[in-house]
C-alpha cells in the first residue's frame, strides 16, 4: 500500500491567544536525551540550517517532555493535529500552561511511515520549512511515538527560550545598564555618581505589578516627582535599556527600578515587566 504523509505547521511569537490555567511542570519522566528516531529529526533539521548558514538549534529537555506528551495524544486520537484531545488546546496554550519561558516559539506536526521522508514533505512546505529556517529560534524538542504499524507520529516543538533567572537577578541587570549608560553619558573626564532612590524603587514595585494585571505598559499618572522621565516596557533581556532610556540617563541625578517576570495574555510565554524612573 502507498503510504501518504500527512503534516501540519503552526508557527507564532508572543502575540497570541492567553494561556488556560495557572503555569504548570512539564513532565519530568521525559527522559533529557533524545532517543535515536529523535536525534535523527534534530541533525536533519540542523543540516538544513547549517546548509542556510544559520545556527544550530540546541536540544531541549523541556520541549521535548511537550512534545512527546502531544505525540502520544495524537496518536491515541489517530489524528494529525495542534489541538489536544482533553481540551482542544493549541501549542500556545499548551506551552503558556508550563513554566517554560520564551521570547518565540513554533510547532511542525506530522505523521509518516518513514523519518526522512516526513522531512522532505516538511521541507517542502511553506510553514514548516519556515519554523525550521527561523533564524529567532534557538532550541528545538522532537517527541515520537510509533502506532501499531509502525507510523511515526512526529512533534517539532522550537523555541527561543529565555533565562532563568529572579526578579532580583534582573532588576540587577537594569541597574547595571542604567550605571553603564550615565557613565559614558557623562563621558570619561567627569566624575559623576548616580545613585538609586531605593524608597521610589519599592514603591514602583505595585507599579509593574498593575502593568501585568492591566496587561499594559501604558504609564499610571502621578509618579511622586516633578523633575525627570519615567520608562515602562516589556523586555526579552533586562540588560538592554530603551533607547530613548538610554539617551536621558546621562541628565538623572537618582533613579529607580521595578522588575518582575510574568505571563499574560499578550506574553503567554512570559517576559519582563520593567519600570525606570530617571529624576533629575
Known amino acids: 500500500m502507498t503510504w501518504r504523509s500527512a503534516a501540519k505547521a503552526f508557527c507564532l511569537a508572543t502575540a497570541i491567544p492567553a494561556m488556560a490555567g495557572p503555569p ?18 534534530v541533525r536533519l533539521i540542523n543540516r538544513e540550517r547549517a546548509e542556510a548558514r544559520l545556527g544550530l538549534l540546541a536540544w531541549d529537555h523541556a520541549l521535548a517532555g511537550l512534545a512527546r506528551l502531544h505525540a502520544a495524544d495524537m496518536r491515541s486520537m489517530e489524528k494529525v493535529t495542534h489541538h489536544s484531545g482533553a481540551d ?22 506530522a505523521l509518516d511511515m518513514d523519518l526522512s521522508r516526513a522531512h522532505a514533505a516538511l521541507m517542502k512546505s511553506p510553514g514548516h520549512r519556515a519554523n525550521i529556517l527561523n533564524p529567532s529560534l534557538t532550541a528545538v524538542g522532537v517527541g515520537i511515538v510509533r502506532a501499531r504499524d509502525g507510523a511515526a507520529y512526529i512533534v517539532e516543538d522550537f523555541a527561543t ?4 533567572i529572579s526578579d532580583r537577578e534582573a532588576a540587577d541587570m537594569v541597574r547595571d545598564a542604567v550605571t553603564r549608560e550615565h ?28 502593568m501585568v494585571e492591566q496587561d499594559s505598559v501604558t504609564p499610571r499618572k502621578g509618579w511622586g516627582f516633578k523633575a525627570g522621565w519615567v520608562f515602562t516596557y516589556t523586555s ?33 510565554f512570559g517576559t519582563w515587566w520593567v519600570v525606570v524612573a530617571l529624576k533629575r
Open 24 to 41: 504548570a511542570a512539564v513532565s519530568s519522566s521525559a527522559s533529557s536525551s533524545p532517543s535515536p528516531d529523535e536525534a535523527r529529526l
Open 88 to 109: 482542544d488546546a493549541d501549542f500556545a496554550t499548551r506551552l503558556a500552561r508550563t513554566e517554560y519561558r520564551a521570547s518565540h516559539a513554533a510547532e511542525n506536526v
Open 161 to 164: 527560550p529565555l533565562a532563568r
Open 183 to 210: 557613565r559614558a553619558g557623562n563621558g570619561p573626564g567627569k566624575v559623576s555618581v548616580l545613585e538609586e532612590d531605593r524608597a521610589l524603587s519599592r514603591e514602583l514595585l505595585a507599579a509593574v505589578r498593575s
Open 236 to 268: 526579552a533581556d533586562p540588560a538592554k535599556l530603551p533607547l530613548d532610556a538610554a539617551r536621558k540617563v546621562s541628565g538623572a541625578r537618582t533613579y529607580a527600578v521595578a522588575v518582575t517576570f510574568s505571563k499574560s495574555r499578550s506574553y503567554p
